[in-house]
């Protein structure tokens, strides 16, 4: 094996891991863990309240989402990703993989090492017009969903993301509730989620943070006993909500790039009722870890067959499929391949002289 | 003379020149303008649809304040700007003036040229922390005050801002009202200019868009006598109602780095009654070309005074003063001097090896 010099530069919004929520912040720290593991010379650039096996190179002492005089938090970002760059020389790989996206365009054609940019969000056709400026720059996918949304430009390879499964303790039985676990928006399908429940005629918990959508669409639909609010949940009571639920709804209304929460739900050996939108079909192995349903009504229908699922292969698939190591190693295979090609050239401008 | 390859990078909110307000974008074409004239190679790198007699290098056709779809708006600034970085072997110098602020620090290490920022806002002292992580890159200061508030990093010169003298008409002998011209806000102190107004017994003319503060704050005080609301002016309007005024006021609120409009009252032979805030006797010389102010009351008692000054005078002193080509000169010297100089070193990191 090639031991590779890596910077892996995270978001500084926050320290990594994350002590609440922040998938990105999650993802990159595991990664990053990884990567030490198999032996290579990892720098993270992120915030100095950070953990890590890795050295630390930190800009700022703690993230802007603790410090409301970081502002803009963009420049955060940017002289975050600057550093690294300004430190090229040693490294053989810069992975970029805070918002705002893709800041790291800017850096593709000044960086004289490869730059990789993993994108976290579903981009708009207008925003992949402007990258398309830099068609050489590469891109890792987090899903083929959207992959095909950055058609036009340089994705070298898709890797879903992984998380830690040892961590998601499996339960072979469960209580008797279904779990919705997210961000409480219109997009989430929250509201979807409720109402299936209670056609169904089984108990849901909702675990989310409090705000407003909760205060003023939520709050009205919880009794306590068929509808039941959990509020944020840290780390622990998270599998402990997950594992003793028959299955998590996932009625998501818009494309997601990913789902790290079904991930999550079959590592605790959790069977997930999703939509058919985004991502889900490349997260969720339809009639095995979960079932995939093209409507609210085929899944109230439907619930039955996902509480039947065996929770023991689910867990199993989760960790063949999503175990962090996973991850790392493709991303490794990623980064070798971007060594040995080098700095992706520049298309010449079209009236240039060769 | 040494002729300079320069590239000036604009913001690319709109074409250059501006067709209504922007006076950094009004500033930035002006520079290029004289730029070209005093025989500099320059290339403005600016929306397409701009007009000037430099090279021009648009990245897009037109401004993001025109088309929704450019967001966000910061990428699209950065990457013009990386634009100009990526070509820097064609530039002895890259002059950047966009918002926002200062997104060339990124840069400052990667540009093999030397690559200057001209700041346009009052700096917060939690701002000039962050870009203090770059002592050495370089800032021109747009008045004394600004460069103050810009301790401690590397400013390398105070140009006070240019404006196009030959277009703002000499007037000697204006009609019977003051003028409050700028944008509807507290910290411009329009309120307090319509109640000086009121208790000198002049009328009082405002131009400025309209807006919400307008319809809730001003409208129930317009009633075309006393007070009379004239609209969001273009140039030609602006310089008859500036030419018609018997003296601007600027009882300005909160400190700002420059007063554009100042100068412009002046380049009409109108004297300006100003608080004492900001950059504001920088540009006004006190007794000469207007009165400072330390209060409302002075403002008001003093204002006869101001009616008094010499508007010949004032006309004379804003074209030696604020013509553009003094204002270009200067950037001129700058440039010449960074040239000669090299780009800055990055300070030795404490505990790095010698």
Known sequence: MTRLRIAQVGPVATALPPAGSGSVELVTWLLTEGLVRRGHDVTLFATGDSTTSAKLAACYPHGYWHDTTMWPWELYEMLNLAAAVERAADFDVIHFQAAYYPLSLGFARLCPVPLLQTLHHSPSTDEVRLWSRYPEAPFVAISNEQARLLSGLNVVDTVLHGIDTDSFTFREHPDDYVLFLGRFTDGKGVLQ????????????VLAAPEDEYYQTKIAPLVDGTAVEYAGEVGHDDKVTLIGGARAMLYPVQTGEPFGLVLAEA???????????????????????????????????????????????????????????????????????RLVAEGVPRAPVPAGARP
């Open 193 to 204: 989620a409720i109402d299936i429940a209670r056609r169904v005629g089984i108990r849901i």
């Open 266 to 336: 079959m590592a605790c050996g959790t069977p997930v009722a999703a939509l058919d939108r985004g991502a889900v079909r490349e997260v969720v192995e339809d009639g095995v870890t979960g079932i995939v349903f093209d409507s609210e009504d085929a899944m109230a229908a439907g619930l039955p067959s996902v509480f039947a699922l065996d929770r023991r292969r689910v867990r199993d698939r989760s960790v063949a499929r999503f175990g962090a190591m996973r991850m790392v190693d493709e991303y490794v295979a990623v980064y070798e």
